[in-house]
T-cell receptor, first 114, second 114 residues
Framework: AQSVAQPEDQVNVAEGNPLTVKCTYSVSGNPYLFWYVQYPNRGLQFLLKYITGDNLVKGSYGFEAEFNKSQTSFHLKKPSALVSDSALYFCAVRGQTGANNLFFGTGTRLTVIP | DAGVIQSPRHEVTEMGQEVTLRCKPISGHDYLFWYRQTMMRGLELLIYFNNNVPIDDSGMPEDRFSAKMPNASFSTLKIQPSEPRDSAVYFC????????????FGSGTQLSVL
């Protein structure tokens, strides 16, 4: 079965510093991986996806993610954090049926400290 | 486009009552998903439809839950009878195609069963 794990419930980072939100995956077959962000009282918003190709994927709001097959990881990164980046971040993997049914990790709450 | 529209935004009901959550997907999207979010279990996929047909309902917790999609622009998730453990935020999401496109989420329905 497809699954992702987010080992950190909470990540704190100072404004202007680089940030990393971790995700590892377990899949059968080729992984289709996603990052979504959730702001308070809102639905999830798509940030970026990895399907194939370059291991460094660029997404919305200056975020990027690095796919590492040997470590089965798909960490979300940003070179310089903003206070407005504070939110709940979800890693997700596509299900096996070939459709867009995504299975999400438990989420990591990012707090950027001014 | 107004995005995915869910109603109501908040629902408070008493145990044993029937609850109906509603969703209008983005026009032209052929996939519709129902997710449930709780602190304990995170985001769970309940059921998804393709072209109004239920494809996978393995995430539906039990027979008290049912979902329908009578046409391309409307879906309902019904809980009858409701129980306090059903309290959660229920999200509807839609997408177009099965080529790993992103999901668009509604703002969710906050359900409280007393």
């Amino acid at each position: 079965a497809q699954s992702v794990a987010q080992p950190e419930d909470q990540v704190n980072v100072a404004e202007g510093n680089p940030l990393t939100v971790k995700c590892t995956y377990s899949v059968s077959g080729n992984p289709y991986l996603f990052w979504y962000v959730q702001y308070p009282n809102r639905g999830l918003q798509f940030l970026l996806k990895y399907i194939t190709g370059d291991n460094l994927v660029k997404g919305s709001y200056g975020f990027e993610a690095e796919f590492n097959k040997s470590q089965t990881s798909f960490h979300l990164k940003k070179p310089s954090a903003l206070v407005s980046d504070s939110a709940l971040y979800f890693c997700a993997v596509r299900g096996q049926t070939g459709a867009n049914n995504l299975f999400f990790g438990t989420g990591t709450r990012l707090t950027v400290i001014p | 486009d107004a995005g995915v529209i869910q109603s109501p935004r908040h629902e408070v009901t008493e145990m044993g009552q029937e609850v109906t959550l509603r969703c209008k997907p983005i026009s032209g999207h052929d996939y519709l998903f129902w997710y449930r979010q709780t602190m304990m279990r995170g985001l769970e996929l309940l059921i998804y439809f393709n072209n109004n047909v239920p494809i996978d309902d393995s995430g539906m917790p039990e027979d008290r839950f049912s979902a329908k999609m009578p046409n391309a622009s409307f879906s309902t998730l019904k809980i009858q009878p409701s129980e306090p453990r059903d309290s959660a935020v229920y999200f509807c999401a839609s997408s177009f195609g099965s080529t790993n496109e992103k999901l668009f989420f509604g703002s969710g329905t906050q359900l409280s069963v007393l």
